[in-house]
C-alpha cells in the first residue's frame, strides 16, 4: 500500500476530522419538520360539569368522542395552530354537576403545572380563582361576571381571569319570561326553577319583567337532584301555569330529568340551554354555544403569546337562538302563535 507524504496524511486527517464532525452533527440537528410548530408543549386544564363514563374518557380525562362544545374547543385550538399530541396537552376535570368538588379539581389541575385553565361555569371559576393568582383563567358559559366578582369590567377584566360570558346580561331573564308569556299567554302564575334562589341573582330584572307582564312568580330553589320531584309537586299545589329555568350547570346535568318532570306535570318551560328543549322541553332562547367555544382558541393563543388575561376584554354574545318543540305544544294542548313561530330560528316538530 502506498504511503501518503507527512503534509499530505496531515490534510487528510483534518478533512476527515470535519467531515466526521459535519456527519455526526447532521445527525444530532432537529429533522426538517412539515410546518413551523412552536418548540413548546403547552398544557391547558379544563375544569367543568359533564359527568362521563371511564370508558369515554381519554388518560387525561377529556372526552373520547365529545360532544358538540368540547369539539368547537378542540377545533377553535386547533385553528391557532395548537393541536393535542403534538404542541398541546389538554387535562379534563369534571364535578359531575357537584359544585362542592369544584376547588379540589381545580387544585389538581394546578398542581400539573398547566400553563392555562379554562372553566365553564361560575362555581369553576371561582374555584380556578381561589386556587391560582398567577395562571391564566379562560372562563366560558358564566352569567354577569361583573356581578359574580368574577372580573372587575368587561372592558378590562384586571387579575388572572378574562374570556367569554354565557349571556348578555342579567337583563336576558326578562326576554326569557316576555317568550314565555308569548307562547302561554294565559300564564298568570311562573314557577321560576334556579339553584339559587332566582332573586339572589336576577331580583329588579326579574321582577320588573313580571310586573311588566302581569306575572306573579314563585320562586324555587334547587340544588339537589333527589328533591326534584318534591319542588315539582309543589309547584303543581301553587297551581303553577308554566315554569321558567334559570340557567345553571346544575339545570344542565339533570336536564332530562327536569324536562320529563314539567311534562308529567303538564308545565310548558322557557329553558335556557337547547339540549333541553331537544328531548321534550317547550321553549329555548339560548346562544350559539359551539361558537363561543371556538372562541377559546383565540384567548389562549393570545395568552400564550405573552397577553395578560387582565387586559383582555370579556366577550359578550351578540347572537341569540330562539327554538320551538311543537310537538311538545301539541302533547300540552297549546297553539303557539304564528308571531311567535315567524320569530323562531329552529321548530321541532
Given at each position: 500500500?502506498?504511503?501518503?507524504?507527512?503534509?499530505?496524511?496531515?490534510?487528510?486527517?483534518?478533512?476527515?476530522?470535519?467531515?466526521?464532525?459535519?456527519?455526526?452533527?447532521?445527525f444530532a440537528?432537529?429533522?426538517?419538520?412539515?410546518?413551523?410548530?412552536?418548540a413548546?408543549?403547552?398544557?391547558?386544564?379544563?375544569?367543568?360539569?359533564?359527568?362521563?363514563?371511564?370508558?369515554?374518557?381519554?388518560?387525561?380525562?377529556?372526552p373520547?368522542?365529545?360532544?358538540?362544545?368540547?369539539?368547537a374547543?378542540?377545533?377553535g385550538?386547533r385553528?391557532?395552530?395548537?393541536?393535542?399530541?403534538?404542541?398541546?396537552v389538554?387535562?379534563?376535570?369534571?364535578?359531575?354537576?357537584?359544585?362542592?368538588?369544584?376547588?379540589?379539581?381545580?387544585t389538581?389541575?394546578?398542581?400539573?403545572?398547566?400553563d392555562?385553565?379554562?372553566?365553564?361555569?361560575?362555581?369553576?371559576?371561582?374555584?380556578?380563582?381561589?386556587?391560582?393568582?398567577?395562571?391564566?383563567?379562560?372562563?366560558?358559559g358564566?352569567?354577569?361576571?361583573?356581578?359574580?366578582?368574577?372580573?372587575?369590567?368587561?372592558?378590562?377584566?384586571?387579575?388572572?381571569?378574562?374570556?367569554?360570558?354565557?349571556?348578555?346580561?342579567?337583563?336576558?331573564?326578562?326576554?326569557?319570561?316576555?317568550?314565555?308569556?308569548?307562547?302561554?299567554?294565559?300564564?298568570?302564575?311562573?314557577?321560576?326553577?334556579g339553584?339559587?334562589?332566582?332573586?339572589?341573582?336576577?331580583?329588579?330584572?326579574?321582577?320588573?319583567?313580571?310586573?311588566?307582564?302581569?306575572?306573579?312568580?314563585?320562586?324555587?330553589?334547587?340544588?339537589?337532584?333527589?328533591?326534584?320531584?318534591?319542588?315539582?309537586?309543589a309547584?303543581?299545589?301553587?297551581?303553577a301555569?308554566?315554569?321558567?329555568?334559570?340557567?345553571?350547570?346544575?339545570?344542565?346535568?339533570?336536564?332530562?330529568?327536569?324536562?320529563?318532570?314539567?311534562?308529567?306535570?303538564?308545565?310548558?318551560?322557557?329553558?335556557?340551554?337547547?339540549?333541553?328543549?331537544?328531548?321534550?322541553?317547550?321553549?329555548?332562547?339560548?346562544?350559539?354555544?359551539?361558537?363561543?367555544?371556538?372562541?377559546?382558541?383565540?384567548?389562549?393563543?393570545?395568552?400564550?403569546?405573552?397577553t395578560?388575561?387582565?387586559?383582555?376584554?370579556?366577550?359578550?354574545?351578540?347572537?341569540?337562538y330562539?327554538?320551538?318543540?311543537?310537538?311538545?305544544?301539541?302533547?300540552?294542548?297549546?297553539?303557539?302563535?304564528?308571531?311567535?313561530?315567524?320569530?323562531?330560528?329552529?321548530?321541532?316538530?
Open positions: 500500500m502506498k504511503r501518503l507524504p507527512i503534509a499530505d496524511f496531515k490534510l487528510w486527517s483534518r478533512a476527515g476530522a470535519v467531515s466526521t464532525i459535519l456527519a455526526l452533527s447532521l440537528a432537529p429533522l426538517p419538520s412539515d410546518g413551523q410548530q412552536p413548546k408543549v403547552y398544557r391547558i386544564g379544563y375544569l367543568s360539569t359533564a359527568t362521563l363514563a371511564p370508558s369515554d374518557k381519554t388518560a387525561q380525562g377529556c373520547i368522542k365529545g360532544n358538540p362544545f368540547w369539539q374547543l378542540v377545533e385550538l385553528e391557532r395552530g395548537y393541536v393535542q399530541g403534538q404542541n398541546l389538554i387535562e379534563c376535570r369534571y364535578t359531575e354537576g357537584r359544585e362542592e368538588r369544584a376547588l379540589g379539581l381545580a389538581e389541575l394546578v398542581s400539573l403545572n398547566v392555562l385553565l379554562v372553566a365553564f361555569s361560575s362555581p369553576n371559576v371561582r374555584a380556578a380563582k381561589q386556587a391560582t393568582i398567577t395562571i391564566p383563567i379562560v372562563m366560558v358564566v352569567v354577569d361576571p361583573v356581578g359574580r366578582a368574577l372580573v372587575a369590567s368587561l372592558a378590562r377584566p384586571g387579575g388572572n381571569v378574562t374570556g367569554l360570558a354565557g349571556d348578555a346580561g342579567k337583563e336576558i331573564v326578562g326576554k326569557y319570561l316576555q317568550l314565555l308569556k308569548e307562547a302561554v299567554p294565559h300564564a298568570s302564575r311562573v314557577a321560576v326553577l339553584y339559587l334562589t332566582p332573586e339572589t341573582v336576577f331580583g329588579p330584572d326579574l321582577q320588573a319583567a313580571a310586573r311588566a307582564l302581569d306575572v306573579t312568580l314563585q320562586d324555587y330553589e334547587l340544588r339537589e337532584p333527589e328533591k326534584l320531584d318534591g319542588v315539582f309537586a309547584m303543581t299545589k301553587a297551581r301555569e308554566a315554569l321558567l329555568v334559570i340557567p345553571h350547570p346544575f339545570m344542565a346535568t339533570h336536564a332530562r330529568r327536569i324536562v320529563d318532570l314539567a311534562a308529567q306535570n303538564r308545565l310548558p318551560a322557557m329553558y335556557p340551554f337547547r339540549e333541553m328543549v331537544e328531548p321534550g322541553g317547550l321553549l329555548t332562547y339560548d346562544v350559539d354555544g359551539p361558537a363561543i367555544f371556538r372562541r377559546i382558541g383565540l384567548y389562549a393563543d393570545k395568552i400564550f403569546k405573552g395578560k388575561p387582565g387586559d383582555l376584554p370579556v366577550e359578550q354574545p351578540t347572537k341569540f330562539l327554538t320551538i318543540n311543537l310537538k311538545t305544544a301539541k302533547a300540552l294542548g297549546i297553539t303557539i302563535p304564528q308571531s311567535l313561530l315567524v320569530r323562531a330560528d329552529e321548530v321541532i316538530q
